[in-house]
């Protein structure tokens, strides 16, 4: 248990469906974040989110929306996905958005996009 | 970001214990160095992280040499449930994440 919780756990969706993503943090911190992993690749960082204020967005398409309401709780809005966006989408947090904090992920969320 | 090079896999046997180095020759003044362990379908979970000499904590050992351009993760006597890939980073303190790379897959046997 890290303290960071994701739901759902696993989820299936068609092309046309509209979902979402929930990452909540019981840790405190000011950095949440939100990476894509897919088969046999490294994690792929999609945006980060400082004292709810959205501060990275490494190219990501417009069809994942993400949304943070305040410091503990992240979403991450899923509308006309493709089948090569089924991976597994990690949130994590920080105590801040610097590359020397420790990072802590929650379990993840395994997508099927069908 | 300092990028980061380290075998793809290695193998080992329960008990032994296991040293995966690290390459970083691009490490700035104030970069840090951290490990992740990652299991199948699970988020990265922390293990050491060090900026120089040796660090050691309850899980493993963090040995980094005087120049910094590699480093090494220590693990003693490993278990089946060591099982898993292992990931160096480095990056330094400001406005930025790090990078995540292939990692090393580890695989412990009877």
């Known amino acids: 248990e890290t303290g960071v919780t994701q739901t759902p756990r696993h989820l299936v969706m068609g092309m046309t469906n509209k979902k979402s993503l929930k990452c909540e943090q019981h840790?405190?911190?000011?950095?949440m974040y939100w990476y894509k992993q897919s088969a046999k690749k490294p994690l792929e960082l999609m945006f980060v989110?400082?004292?709810?204020?959205?501060?990275e967005n490494n190219s990501v398409p417009s069809r994942f929306s993400p949304e943070c309401p305040n410091s503990s709780h992240l979403f991450l809005h899923l509308h006309t996905l493709q089948p090569e966006d089924s991976a597994l989408y990690l949130c994590?947090?920080?105590?801040?958005?610097?590359?020397?904090?420790?990072?802590?992920f929650g379990p993840g969320t395994r997508l099927l996009v069908l | 970001l300092a990028k980061t090079t380290q075998p793809i896999s290695m193998d080992s046997y329960e008990g032994q214990e296991v040293n995966i180095t690290c390459s970083h020759n691009?490490?700035?003044?104030?970069?840090?160095i951290t490990w992740y362990q990652q299991f199948p379908s699970q988020g990265p979970r922390f293990i050491i992280q060090g900026y120089k000499t040796k660090v050691t904590n309850e899980v493993a050992s963090l040995f980094i040499p005087a120049d910094r351009k590699s480093s090494t993760l220590s693990l003693p006597r490993v278990s089946l449930s060591d099982t898993a890939v292992y990931y160096c980073l480095v990056g330094s303190s400001g406005y930025s994440t790090l990078t995540f790379g292939k990692g090393t897959m580890l695989l412990v046997s009877p």
């Open positions: 691009n490490i700035a003044t104030n970069d840090y």
């Open positions: 989110y400082n004292f709810k204020e959205q501060t």
């Open positions: 994590a947090s920080s105590q801040d958005p610097q590359a020397g904090e420790t990072q802590y």
């Open positions: 840790l405190g911190h000011n950095a």
